[in-house]
């Protein structure tokens, strides 16, 4: 018989061994709750590579299941441990090893906040433009993991557009090193974008490289009121089609306007079926030319209450607020099934306009919140009783919106990836032979099965 | 107090976001999850509501391991009582026993004198000389030792009317501080009344989730400050406001006839700065030439502009340089007496805020509450002045 916490406090130091029940408890879920179904039977908490490359060689030895974990931040069930097993808390590698201005690059451990790293490039002048919204908590390995995104994708791009290079624990416990401090990389199979989006299933990242650009000097943000959701959908839209590009560009539905106002000063209008906040980014002259282009459209199509917001300080409430969108109206409901399907942008109104439809049909609360700028929204179904009607109603809901971002051409994920949440859709959205793929790819990398299992496609396929 | 059960509707607010990972000083010591608020409203839950899980020794060290410094609160989304929801875990669990009988009793008799003053205060230095580590300073002379009970009228006319509550730390580890805030009223034309009778406001209570004895020194001074005639009454210290405003209703029993007179007087607390800053300084300011630093207070979230005024007052000071730290709100570790149970942790938190003192070339810090004062002042890694923000109206 084995004794994880006795062997792993040998091979480690005590300190990184967790085995008390209370601590498994607090390692079963990530930001959904419902995901918790299984405590893991250990957490690690390593501080080197070395460190989990000697867990990982233990757990293959013992055909342990191994669960990477970042901030457990993540809305898929990626990090929850469904067979128990080993849960490796990464956090506390977070050491930035390199800022290197003359190449405009950054090296850092994989447990390095979002933020923190954020601040670190930025003192440089530099800029790392990945901005997931959780960016306070959630780490650089758990991004590269869901390949996650944010606002600023409209214009910069997801994280996946910034990894040069990865340092990664393989599941047999050997740790290579992938692409690396240069732009440009054309050496055989892109292994380092193969670990992107891999969702702590082929091996563990530990360290990253990633790929700056110069920090925009000035910003401005722009909030519009739209009377209708058609309306807001129609200038996301035009402003996309007049080659104007705003850093951000998000989409915030009627139903979560008034959840907001408690955190910002001037109140969005009650009335308003949609609000569309955006940020402009880069030199002042460029910023005032976008600006007017995003006026005049918006005077054109007959929308009024257009605010400017000077003040960074106010500018900054408005994106807090946005910030803390989900978990506010987490907060009111019982249950709140976040999806992240995305569609091509200029088939962005056609999702929007499904939207009520499915409600609808459904009779339960659909909101969208979400990336319009780059047709990644986010339709929250909302319930307030759990019970198995309302179950199954939203598994409806849900299986009409993912049908129809997929018949507008879209994907099932645009940031958040497959986790536990998503993988009973994923032959849907990629097809029987892709999916026969990618576990060809987890065999070949992973042969036992040891990380982070259960995760991407179902084991019983739906 | 609320009961227990009434506390679960707060914690399935908890939408599970994680945010609270980014403020905690307890977990950004370890990195351990367990410690954030996200698990504590689980295990809270597990443990002491659905009871579906033992309480273990672990589980306690989990409850008492928290600083009640409200950060997760205030990083909250949707704003978990998380702070009080560990008052009320540990109420339940120890039933305001935590502590020895002796320990108890002492605390209490402290509470009552608000602070360790006379013999008590003579004890801690002799105490000190032996070699016993932690115990504050006590100066010989309390500062109700130098304010009587009664009403101070101020230099020329009267602009306003105060009551000044002066709580255990001012009273008897900061004099000094007292003294400032009675000058700087007298200056500005305040004019200020210390009435008779007053307690502690009751947080070191209240953290040991003794709610008893937090009652009686609540209600002890409820009874003395509803008896008072003015609209404000003002504390030098954040976290007497916090109690004041955030926690005196609530730890009283639900149908407790004070409550009605408590949330009168909660309405009226003020921390003086915010409210100098509001109703402004008559008395010229002098210039200092200092280059000076703000550590902001944990208990700052009972008020929106207890942090914005000291930076406002240092603003209109001539010639002061003021520096910010990078994270100003970051917590010193103190968290009342939890620093003299939980050594290592509190050393911890502490080294990284003095640091980045330090890093800002400042040589005086600047913070409202006495607890940080002493906490950071005792640490032996920098020679800092240390002050309230009204001492730099009257630097010599
Ligand atoms: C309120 C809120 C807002 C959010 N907003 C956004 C948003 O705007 N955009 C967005 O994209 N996401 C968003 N998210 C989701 C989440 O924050 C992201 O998915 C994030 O990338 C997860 O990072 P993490 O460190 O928390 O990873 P975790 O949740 O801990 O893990 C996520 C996945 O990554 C794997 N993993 C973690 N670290 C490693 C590693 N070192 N090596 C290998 N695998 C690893 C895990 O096994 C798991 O599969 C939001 C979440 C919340 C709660
Ligand atoms: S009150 Fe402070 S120490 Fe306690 S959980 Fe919240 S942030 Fe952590
Ligand atoms: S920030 Fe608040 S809602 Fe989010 S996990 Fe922490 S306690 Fe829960």
Redesign the pocket.
């Known amino acids: 018989m084995i004794n994880l916490g006795k062997d792993l406090s040998r091979l480690l130091s005590k300190d990184k061994v967790k085995t008390d029940p209370e601590d498994l408890y607090s390692y079963a879920s990530?930001?959904i709750r419902y995901y918790a179904k299984n405590n893991p039977d250990a957490v690690i908490l390593p501080s080197s590579a070395e460190d989990v490359s000697t867990v990982i060689k233990y757990a293959n030895k013992n055909s342990i299941p191994v669960?990477?974990?970042?901030?457990?931040?993540?809305?898929?069930g990626?990090?929850v441990p469904v067979d128990g097993g080993i849960v490796?808390d990464?956090k506390r590698m977070n050491s930035i090893v390199e800022v290197n201005r003359g190449n405009m690059t950054a090296i850092t451990e994989?447990?390095t906040v979002l933020s923190n790293f954020h601040r670190a490039v930025e003192k440089e002048n530099l800029f790392y433009p990945p901005?997931?919204?959780?960016m306070s908590?959630?780490?650089?390995?758990?991004?590269?993991?869901?390949?996650?995104?944010?606002?600023r994708g409209v214009k910069y791009g997801?994280?996946g557009n910034y990894v040069l290079g990865l340092e990664f624990v393989l599941p047999d416990g050997e740790i290579i090193n992938t692409g690396g401090t240069c732009v440009k990389n054309s050496v055989g199979y892109d292994i380092t974008h193969l670990?992107t989006g891999?969702?702590?299933?082929l091996?563990?990242?530990?360290k990253v490289i990633s790929r700056l650009i110069p920090l925009p000097p000035c910003k401005k943000t722009i909030i519009v009121g739209c009377k209708t959701a058609e309306l807001a959908a129609q200038i996301v839209s035009t402003i996309t089609a007049n080659g104007a590009v705003p850093a951000m560009l998000e989409y915030i539905s009627q139903g979560a306007t008034g959840f907001l106002n408690s955190y910002i000063k001037t109140p969005l209008i009650s009335e308003m079926e949609a609000y569309l906040f955006l940020e402009l980014d880069g030199i002042e002259s460029q910023i005032e030319n976008e600006a007017n282009k995003i006026r005049s459209i918006c005077k054109d199509l007959g929308v009024s209450d257009i605010r400017v917001i000077e003040d960074a300080k106010e500018a900054k409430s408005y994106w807090d607020a946005r910030?803390?969108?989900?978990?506010i109206l987490q907060s009111f409901f019982k249950k709140l099934i976040v999806e992240d399907v995305t569609v091509p942008r200029d088939k962005f109104p056609e999702l929007i306009r499904a939207l009520p439809e499915i409600s609808a049909a459904t009779g339960l609360l659909v909101g969208a919140a979400g990336?319009a700028g780059d047709g990644n929204v986010h339709p929250s179904v909302l319930l307030g009783e759990v019970n198995d009607e309302t179950n199954k109603k939203s598994e409806e809901a849900v299986d009409m919106i993912i049908n129809e971002a997929i018949s507008l051409g879209g994907c099932i994920s645009?940031?958040?990836?497959i986790?536990l949440h998503k993988s009973a859709y994923l032959e849907k959205s990629i097809g029987k032979r892709q999916v026969e793929l990618l576990k060809q790819i987890k065999k070949a990398i992973d042969p036992d099965g040891i990380m982070?299992p259960g995760?991407i496609w179902t084991r019983e396929a739906k | 107090m609320r009961d227990f059960e009434s506390y679960k509707d707060f914690m399935e607010k908890c939408?599970?976001?994680?945010?609270c990972e980014a403020t905690c000083p307890v977990y950004l010591e370890d990195l351990l999850e367990t410690h954030v608020a996200r698990a504590r409203m689980e295990l809270i839950r597990a443990v002491l509501v659905d009871e579906e899980m033992p309480v273990t020794d672990r589980f306690k060290e989990i409850i008492d391991r928290c600083l009640l410094c409200t950060n997760c609160r205030q990083t909250c989304?949707v704003n978990v009582p998380v702070e009080e929801i560990v008052i009320a875990a540990r109420n339940k669990l120890y039933k305001g026993k935590r502590m020895g009988m002796i320990k108890r009793k002492l605390l209490k008799q402290i509470m009552e004198n608000r602070g360790i003053s006379g013999a008590m205060g003579k004890l801690s230095s002799i105490a000190k000389v032996a070699g016993v580590k932690n115990i504050p300073d006590i100066p010989s002379k309390s500062f109700d030792d130098q304010y009587e009970a009664g009403t101070y009228p101020p230099e020329g006319e009267v602009r306003a009317k105060v009551v000044y509550y002066a709580g255990c730390a001012t009273n008897t580890m900061f004099p000094e501080t007292g003294d400032i805030v009675m000058k700087v009223l007298k200056k500005n034309g305040i004019e200020v009344v210390i009435p008779e009778g007053l307690s502690c406001c009751g947080i070191p209570a209240i953290s040991e989730g003794d709610l008893n004895t937090a009652s009686e020194m609540i209600k002890r001074n409820i009874e003395v400050l509803s008896k008072t005639d003015t609209d404000i009454i003002i504390t030098d210290c954040t976290s007497c406001g916090m109690t004041f405003k955030e926690k005196v209703v609530n730890s009283l029993d639900v149908d407790d006839e004070f409550k009605e007179k408590a949330i009168a007087v909660s309405m009226k607390f003020r921390e003086i700065t915010e409210y100098l800053m509001d109703i402004g300084l008559t008395e010229k300011i002098k210039p200092v030439k200092e280059k000076v630093t703000y550590h902001v207070p944990c208990h700052r979230g009972w008020s929106e502009t207890v942090s914005d005024a000291p930076r406002k007052l240092m603003e209109m000071i001539p010639d002061l340089t003021v520096v910010e730290m990078e994270h100003p709100e970051k917590c010193c570790g103190a968290g009342g007496a939890f620093f003299m149970e939980n050594k290592e942790l509190s050393e911890g938190i502490r080294s990284k805020k003095t640091g980045e003192i330090k890093q800002t070339g400042a040589s005086i810090l600047i913070t409202q509450c006495p607890s940080c004062r002493s906490y950071i002042g005792n640490s032996s890694d920098n020679d800092l002045k240390i002050m309230h923000p009204l001492n730099l109206l009257l630097l010599k």
């Open positions: 990530d930001s669960t990477p974990r970042g901030a457990g931040s993540g809305l898929a990626g990090c490796l990464m994989a447990g901005d997931p919204q959780s908590v959630c780490t650089l390995g758990g991004n590269i993991a869901t390949r996650a995104g944010g606002p997801t994280t670990m891999s969702e702590g299933t091996g563990v990242i530990t910030s803390k969108l989900q978990p990336h645009g940031e958040h990836g986790g982070n995760k | 939408s599970h976001c994680s945010y989304p």
